[in-house]
């Protein structure tokens, strides 16, 4: 009977039973769309099969020692090996992996030899590194690995095919001609090739020889298949196998070692599982809060109808049963739509997120069994949704029922308590936790791994959790209090407040859902802001903001020559003036003394040094790490041409500054190094430098440790005074700059270092992928160039936006769902209200004052909560998180701001017009 009931009610109220499905249908289609995306980006044994092996047996590769133990994982042969020592390690032993396998398989077996790395082609744009199969990779047993899209298949040496992307990338069609730049070889190309592994918009290239691409060495087994034995006795000579028949029928007993990659397998699906959890907790607790709503106004509604009910017989537990059915049958109807509707969704992401890469998403695959669990929990949620409208109708008075009266609410004395005291506990333990753990930061006696230093974290988020179960448990008291005090700013603030009061099993539950939605924007705001805070003030510039960085780097162990260097930086100047700069300067620098300590005339050289005063060197015996404020206090010196010095430095400066610079004067963007205007300068021998008899300008000479075993300090061979032009910059490589003609008089020998071109307009990120390329193909056997454009740290809008975008939507569809229920429910006091002369205005700011009080509350609620962790967060760092920079303007527009434009948008939305045959008895 009850089931009947159930069933025919939600049928009979088509509006509020569609938004209850609403409510559980959204989240468990988000559920079920992530559910599908996830596992279909994980790929099946078959799936696999074919991306590696295409329709072959196998590949074999050298990876190991003959006879030393080798071993490797069956369905992963990268994770692979030599078997682990008594300490948990393991090391390479002395020998020579084999040339090829071939001399261990057995005799007569076919074979392709394919190589894997990359070439240098000549492009549209100029020369450009493209990733390079060698091989037939083209023969028909490799299709699912290699697949044949337009053209035919090379003949002959000299032909090639490559990527339908590397067409357009080198400027030709099939028939044109591949040009190698280093190995000066041509290829007619005669068709494309698909790479399973590859996007559509890789560019690569197919070269008909193994030998002409320098990389990974695999040969396929077209016919010879291999079981686990097999690949046993190939992992004793040092050879990994990935076998068609081992990854399809994969052996139950494999080593210790080999199992861990089946368990980084486990740790991927389990990743899965864990985000649908915290997923699904967070929209439990919002469905059933708002769907809670939802059924305390449907079951006041429904007092009637049971109660003609109970006058024929219904026991309470029946009357209990049918209204939480309701919400079993609600939650069946939401759960099956937001499956189904997911797994669309999912189909429509993929869609349109494929790269074309096969790996990107396996297949389309639709984890039934997960869906499932899914589906059982929206059924549990929608039930939930129901439990405590289903308890309170087991109080009803059957004869007022009949009568029409709504039986009035009353507070408990006990929760308002509970709700304090967990409101105290949880602050109070945020705070606690966050204290315990900054101290615990400076106890070296407690063990990195102890569990004393993993409990804070959680106390100080099991704390706001608290806070909000508190203002839940104390919502309807606090309700009460707000009514109170709103009375007093007039007849509609008093009806509103009252009205939220009186039906608290309506308004608590809409709050709290929202309270739970700023509590998490909040949180993350607060935490992310610090944390990108304190990312910008350690943030390395490469070169002024908006400016370009071409580094000169040797490519060995030995420096690179004045006579490469200058080579290296009319390169570099070349390339950032074909990028679109504006101006270019070269910065030199003196050879770092390791660099330069090779003959005997170069030990005796001078190496000239800006000296750090005494006062910011760093106490070896308590400081056991030094910051350079991202700069080389060991070498801070740059000589940069006086034309040169604003690019370098991206500020402008005074002609008289310009002026005193060309006459001697420093310009320093480290204050550290200025005293009363000057900064002093001194020089020690190369061999002094190098071997710790001169200052490093980070730690105190005169309390470094004797088990250091550094010599004392030698006097220098000379120092001046310079006086110095402070300037205020960020962190940037250059600390101190001098012009050439100051180097040269004070005998600092330098080199260009680097490049840095400055733009009138930010270069677009095509032309700075081109730079990029060609700068790492300009350099040559000695010498590198290593191009880096500065943006600067990332910044707070890139999720700041969105993520407030999210909680606001979010907060406008619970108050929606809240001030809606309020509306539906108020008709029949609206028309008493306008029967006594209520005016539609009167009406209009009864509804703002309850869209003020329902989201204000939640806001404020979610905010106070949210903002503990961040704050236990950065007592805990110390000094790394700082409160000062949580955007506290941000967080109060939202605490403020989103509660007013809701309360506005709700008195905008004209109240409808009242029924006046529906006016509620008064008793």
Partial sequence: MAARLARRQTWRAKGASALVVMLVALPIAAMSAYSVWAMSSVGTAEEQVTVELGETQAWVATAGVPGAGFWQAPTQPE??????????SWEI???????????????????????????????????GALEAWGGEAWDPRLAGRFDLLDGERPDGPREAMVTEAALERLGIEIGGTLSLADAGTHFTVVGTLDAATLPDSAAAVFLPDPAQVTGERRWYLPALALGWDDVLALNEEGVVVYSREVVLDPPTVTT???????????????????????????????????????????????????????????????????????????????????VAAGIGIAALVMQLTATGSATRFWGFHVPWPLLAGVFAFAVLVGTASALVPARSVTRSDTISALRGARRPQTPRASRPIWGSLLLIVGVALTLASGIAAAGLNTMDDVAPDSPLRALPPFGIVIGPILVQVGVLISGGWLLWWTARGLSKLGLSAKIASRDAAANASRTVPAFAAIAATVFIGVFAV?????????????????????????????????????????????????????????????????????FNGGTADARQAEFVMALLPAEHLLDPTVVDSFSTMGQSPQNPLSVVAPRDLETALGTALSPGDLAAY??????????????????????????????GRAPDNVWDPNKRPAAWGMPDISDPLWAEELDALVVDLPRQPISIAISPETATRLGVV????????????????????????????????????????ESGPPSDAAWIVPLLATVAVLVLGASAVALGLARYERRPDD???????????????????????????????????????????AIQSGHDLRIADIPWAVLAALTIGLPLAIAATSWLVPPRHPDLTRRTAIT
């Fill in 662 to 691: 060309r006459e001697g004067a420093a310009l320093v963007a480290d204050p550290r190094f200025v005293t009363d205007g000057t900064i002093d300068i001194a020089a020690w021998t190369v061999a002094d430098a190098g071997e």
């Fill in 831 to 873: 028309a008493t209200l306008s029967a006594v002369g209520g005016t539609p205005g009167l009406r209009r700011r009864i509804g703002f004052w309850q869209g003020l009080v329902i989201a204000g509350f939640g806001t404020l609620a979610g905010t106070a909560a949210g903002i503990l962790p961040p704050i236990g967060f």
């Fill in 526 to 594: 607060g935490q992310l802001s610090m944390q990108t805070a304190n990312t910008a003030r350690g943030w390395f510039y490469q070169a002024p903001l908006g400016s370009l960085a071409i580094d000169i780097e040797p490519t060995g162990m030995e420096a690179v020559t004045a006579t490469d260097a200058a080579r290296a930086a009319d390169a570099a100047a070349g390339l950032a003036e074909a990028t679109g700069a504006d101006h270019v300067a070269v910065i030199g620098r003196q050879l770092n003394a390791w």
């Fill in 93 to 127: 032993p002395d020998g020579t992996p084999l040339d090829d396998p071939l001399d261990v398989l057995p005799p007569g077996t076919e074979t392709l030899e394919i190589t894997h790395g990359q070439v240098f082609a000549e492009t549209f744009g100029g020369t």
């Fill in 256 to 338: 210790v070692e080999a199992a861990s990659a089946r368990d980084a397998w486990l740790n991927g699906i389990w990743m899965t599982v864990t985000v649908l959890a915290v997923a699904g907790v967070f929209a439990a607790y919002v469905a059933v809060m708002l769907a809670g709503a939802a059924f305390a106004v449907s079951a006041r509604r429904q007092q009637r109808a049971l109660a003609v009910a109970a006058s024929v017989g219904a026991r309470p537990r029946d009357l209990s049963r049918t209204i939480a059915l309701q919400g079993t049958v609600l939650g069946v109807v939401g759960g099956g739509i937001g």
């Fill in 79 to 88: 994770w692979n090996g030599y078997p682990f020592t008594e300490d948990g």
């Fill in 750 to 789: 330098t080199q260009p270092d680097s490049a840095i071109g400055s733009f009138t307009a930010p270069p677009s990120t095509a032309d700075l992928d081109r730079l990029i390329e060609q700068a790492a193909n300009a350099g040559a056997a000695d010498w590198a160039l290593a191009a880096r454009y």
